[in-house]
């Protein structure tokens, strides 16, 4: 550093004697900042769980090659904001400190795995990226992308990763696979080829058996003396699809997994590093070899990273909103964006095989809600134009069904709608003219108006742009089997795509803004996959609508809350201090819903159900039956006169009713007769009553409170001994169907109320922790009476209503559930059972496998 600095100074004298001394201060500040810049900086994992081991990555330097040019690349070509570059260098720093040190002198071969979470279309592969070109300027020198499973999803991420990384500095590079859309990895006839030592090597291989086949092969025929010195990234995008081990016996492996496995197995310095948004199948893997076993799986056990959402991210949350602090007082950043329209069961069935014999006769018919859709997304491509954007991808996505045969009738079918009404489309006055007119003012009065800093489009705006848009659009399947497929690699494409399963993983959909979408499916991950209208929506964060039908927006609601859970997890467990091998991220089960295909939950085990550091609560009710809510009311009556019977009222409390100390008989007793929606699957007798049986000292003895509003209507029938009550108002999301949502029924104060402290703010965790410490390990009951009608507060300016009125048979007994403890001492969610083999196990094995032995000799 002294000596560049003595350079500089030598050169600033030779143009100008004593140039140095006049600019000393800026030549001192130049060498503090450059300075910084090498410092060794500790990179915190804040969102990591993780193994242990001595840190050895500090963060890109000046001198590095790949990263700044990635950086440079990002945010002067493609224009990014800085702050989320930023971000993806922080989170990348993060991942790449995780990696094996590849320089480490006294480790010259080691194995690394590792599980990197992020969001569905959230930039997943920016990160992938990053991780690249730092993990090469700290030392690695060959990456291998474990790509999709067609030559689509390689030639995509390829194609990204050539012009984001190769392209910045190709004299340093050797590209060992075509950036041809069917040319997949060959090993070289002359034998091995991973010797380019004095370049950085990069392999896109499709999840095939035969490119992975090859990829063995090259590695077998490498020289051991090169292999030996190379360090290897293994990066395997959407490693829950076809690298997690699906068949079904733990020994005979599915051909894919096998590949891989084999490939990291012969590998002497490997790291494996999986990337998912959706880790349901990669989190049941066991991480212990099976008795006989070889190979290890690909289980994470030295890292599970999940990566922080940016801000301008439009996913789950954004749809259905967060959880409410204190559902008496909503924000509207609660309550998600009215942007889902309904397509009704009659619909469906003109649009949908309903059968696999079906599907070869089956001839779909244009419906109100498509041709909705199609007019709303001509309105948005034409107010894209108006915006001055018309020189960017637009896309409508229609996925109605499994089928092939279906895909090539729905678009013919679209394509033909189309042609047929294009001159009444751009004619402001026509029949179909004024409906767009209506969907365009209503759908622009749908959403707050900060939503976007893009301008209003006017209806007059809008037809002037309409005869260009139709101009340009085309109607490409995309499936398998389809020869007209999206390229988004030229100009500017407007398309309405139809396709299948191969749009539901990986394939990007460039300026998606609308999604028409029928195809259900029962498993966690390949649903929330199809959610392809996930992703960044620069200058029309406004336009994007969704048309799928009810059961499924309810489908999704319920996985959003679940997506968050095992991020939640994570992050718990980060806070213990918990390694990947101490843990199994939990996912709770939605009735009617698959977690993943049951061939890849082979090491899940249903293990006893724990609520230990949890808080539960009811927020979905069958409003309409009124036996079920009156009998529930008598249930929570019922419970409230036995401890008032028993002198259990806590008299100090004078502003709030409360008993202390109501034995575990009378809990067990309402909860037999208070009937749950069965929706709430870890509230149902079946699961809770065996918890609150399983002989723990701290379910002895509960407390219960009745939560009231201040300004609440008094309830027409008395509470048992608690006589007539306040009632809340909780009104319901509007369109959740024959069962009431709510949403959300407890405020985070609650969690408080058997505290006779200072009222305390603070997050949930927070204030579950202040009330242990004062009360101590006793569980709380809470008991809600909501008000029937229970009408919701007008929207405030700019916003749509999302709620409308509960407009129950009676009035509803919700009820929430505050639990002592620690949520990491178990759990009866689905989970990889963390046991390897213990000398007992090994013991009983040998002693089994000598009397089968012994027996064979005798006969």
Request: a negative charge; glycine letters at 6%; charged letters at 25%.
């Amino acid at each position: 550093m002294d000596a560049a600095v003595d350079n500089v100074r030598n050169g600033l004298d030779v143009l100008v004697a004593g140039l140095s001394n006049q600019l000393d201060a800026e030549i001192r500040e130049a060498r503090e900042i450059v300075a910084r810049q090498f410092e060794k900086i500790e990179i915190l994992h804040t969102h990591s769980v993780i193994r242990r081991k001595v840190q050895w990555y500090f963060g890109p330097v000046p001198t590095d090659l790949h990263w700044p040019a990635v950086r440079g690349f990002l945010l002067n070509e493609k224009n990014w904001p800085k702050d989320d570059i930023d971000g993806i260098d922080a989170a990348s720093n993060e991942v790449v400190s995780l990696l094996e040190n590849p320089a480490d002198p006294d480790r010259p071969q080691f194995s690394c795995r590792g599980l990197v979470v992020g969001y569905v279309q959230s930039g997943k592969t920016a990160n992938m990226t990053a991780v690249i070109a730092k993990a090469l300027d700290a030392g690695y020198d060959t990456i291998i992308i474990l790509a999709g499973l067609t030559n689509k999803l390689r030639m995509q991420t390829q194609d990204r990763l050539f012009k984001d990384l190769v392209v910045r500095n190709p004299m340093n590079w050797q590209v060992l696979t075509s950036n041809e859309m069917d040319r997949d990895f060959r090993a070289p006839p002359q034998g091995g080829f991973l010797s380019h030592s004095d370049k950085a090597q990069l392999a896109v291989i499709k999840k095939n058996v035969s490119p992975l086949r090859e990829l063995k092969w090259a590695i077998e025929r490498t020289l051991p003396a090169v292999l030996e010195r190379l360090r290897i990234l293994v990066i395997d995008d959407e490693c829950d699809q076809a690298s997690v081990n699906a068949a079904r016996g733990e020994l005979d492996m599915t051909a894919i997994n096998q590949r891989i496995r084999e490939i990291l197995s012969i590998l002497p310095a490997v790291t494996y590093v999986g990337y998912t948004a959706t880790p349901f199948a990669n989190v049941l893997i066991n991480p212990y070899r099976a008795d006989g076993q070889s190979l290890d799986d690909l289980y994470p056990r030295d890292f599970i990273t999940a990566l922080p959402k940016a801000e301008r991210y439009f996913g789950t949350e954004k749809l259905f909103g967060r959880t409410p602090a204190d559902p008496e007082n909503l924000r509207p950043e609660e309550e998600g964006l009215d942007m889902i329209r309904n397509v009704p069961p009659e619909d469906e069935a003109l649009l949908q095989p309903g059968s696999r014999r079906e599907r070869d006769l089956f001839q779909p018919g244009v419906t109100p809600s498509l041709e909705s859709a199609i007019l709303y997304f001509l309105s948005c491509c034409a107010a894209r134009c108006a915006r001055g954007d018309s020189e960017q991808h637009m896309s409508m996505l229609v996925h109605t069904s499994a089928y092939v045969t279906a895909h090539e009738r729905i678009a013919a079918l679209i394509q033909g709608w189309v042609d047929v009404n294009r001159a009444d489309i751009v004619v402001r006055n026509s029949a179909l003219g004024q409906r767009i007119t209506e969907i365009w003012n209503d759908e622009s009065s749908r959403l707050p108006s900060e939503i976007t800093d893009a301008p209003h489009v006017s209806i007059h705006e809008l037809f002037n742009h309409l005869p260009v848009v139709l101009a340009r659009l085309e109607f490409p399947v995309e499936n398998g089997a389809s020869e007209d497929r999206i390229d988004y690699s030229g100009p500017p494409r407007t398309y309405i795509v139809v396709g299948g399963s191969i749009l539901a993983r990986g394939l990007t959909l460039e300026g998606l803004m609308v999604s028409y979408f029928l195809r259900t499916a029962n498993q966690y991950d390949t649903l929330l996959q199809m959610g392809r209208w996930f992703g960044y929506r620069p200058r029309y964060e406004d336009l994007p609508r969704i048309w799928m039908p009810e059961e499924l927006k309810l489908r999704f609601r319920a996985l959003a809350a679940i997506e968050q859970e095992i991020r939640d997890d994570i992050d718990q467990y980060r806070l213990r201090d918990l390694t990947p091998m101490d843990i199994a991220v939990r996912i709770r089960a939605i009735p009617g819903m698959a977690i993943t295909a049951a061939s890849k939950m082979r090491a899940a085990r249903q293990s006893a159900v724990s609520y230990w550091g949890t808080h539960r609560q009811t927020f979905r009710f069958a409003h309409r039956d009124r036996a079920l809510l009156e009998r529930n009311w008598a249930a929570g009556a019922e419970l409230v006169s036995r401890a008032e019977a028993l002198g259990l009222r806590d008299t100090e409390a004078v502003d709030r009713k409360l008993w202390l100390g109501v034995p575990k008989s009378s809990i067990r007793r309402f909860f037999e007769s208070y009937r749950i929606e069965r929706t709430h699957t870890d509230l149902l007798p079946n699961m809770l009553i065996p918890f609150l049986e399983g002989g723990d000292p701290r379910l002895e003895s509960w407390n219960v409170g009745i939560v009231e509003s201040g300004r609440g209507k008094l309830s027409e029938e008395a509470f048992g001994a608690a006589g007539v009550v306040k009632m809340v108002r909780r009104a319901k999301l509007k369109d959740s169907g024959a069962v009431a949502d709510i949403k959300a029924l407890m405020s985070k104060g609650d969690l408080l109320f058997d505290y006779n402290g200072t009222k305390i703010d603070g997050d949930w965790e927070q204030l579950k922790s202040i009330r242990s410490s004062s009360v101590g390990p006793l569980p709380l009951l809470l008991l809600y009476p909501i008000e029937r009608q229970s009408t919701p507060e007008p929207p405030r300016p700019g916003r749509v209503a999302v709620r409308e009125a509960l407009d129950a048979a009676y009035d509803v007994l919700g009820i929430g559930l505050i639990f002592p403890g620690s949520v990491t001492e178990g759990g009866n969610f689905i989970s990889v059972e963390l046991r390897p083999i213990s000398a007992e196990d090994i013991a009983e094995i040998e002693a089994e496998e000598a009397a089968q032995a012994e027996a064979a000799g005798v006969r």
